[in-house]
């Protein structure tokens, strides 16, 4: 090894976890500890979900996300927002590409991505879905329900028999009775059921009807 490289081999010597559930407008950061941090030069990339590319950031302010360290060993960033159109949550990867300077023969590191869902802030429970495999609005979907994760769902027939019923409600309900001895596959008809949601925080249970449209 040449002199000029001595003591500028890339060493990470800490992690962060490998994905993270976060709620919009959160302020978060990412690091990645390295041996001689200030020898080294950096640059954060973020990858959008349904992307092959990963593009880099910049130091950014903008009404949807603010960026700031994407030079340096820990990025920050700072209240991903949705527009009014957005449905789904978010789903982004971020990794971190780490060079030596110049005069040092050393390939760059790629630290392993990093996967975050962002979250709706605000709740909202739609009162119909459509839950025929055909890819769009199978599962009943409550726009921020990952914000109360000791919550308890309960969803009543017109006959008062529960058909579903599931702690800590994930969005996957699609349309089947869970609770109740049925012959074939189960799906629930076309029909009008009662939910109770209880976001087990300590308010009243929220109360509604919600619509499984078949065709």
Not at 30 to 43: G, H, M, N, T
Not at 137 to 155: A, C, H, Q
Request: with cysteine.
């Amino acid at each position: 090894m040449d002199y000029l490289e001595a003591g500028f081999s890339i060493n990470v010597t800490s992690t962060p976890e490998s994905s993270y559930l976060i709620q919009e407008g959160d302020t978060f950061s990412i690091s990645f500890e390295v041996d001689f941090e200030e020898r080294f030069i950096y640059q954060w990339q973020v990858q959008e979900f349904g992307s092959l590319f990963w593009e880099n950031i910049l130091d950014t302010v903008t009404d949807r996300v603010t960026y700031s360290g994407t030079n340096t060993n820990t990025l920050k960033v700072k209240g991903v927002r949705f527009d009014d159109m957005q449905v789904d949550n978010v789903l982004l990867k971020y990794r971190l590409v780490i060079s030596t300077p110049s005069f040092i023969c050393q390939d760059d590191i790629f630290t392993s991505p990093i996967d975050f869902e962002i979250y709706h802030r605000d709740l909202h429970i739609p009162n119909a879905f459509s839950p025929n495999n055909d890819g769009i609005n199978d599962f009943w979907v409550i726009r921020g329900i990952e914000g109360y994760p000791n919550n308890k769902l309960r969803v009543y027939n017109r006959w008062n028999n529960r058909v579903y019923e599931r702690e800590g409600y994930r969005n996957n309900w699609d349309g089947k009775n869970q609770m109740q001895i049925y012959f074939g596959d189960g799906e629930l008809p076309e029909a009008t059921y009662f939910y109770i949601l209880d976001l087990g925080e300590g308010s009243k249970p929220l109360t509604g009807f919600v619509y499984i449209k078949r065709e």
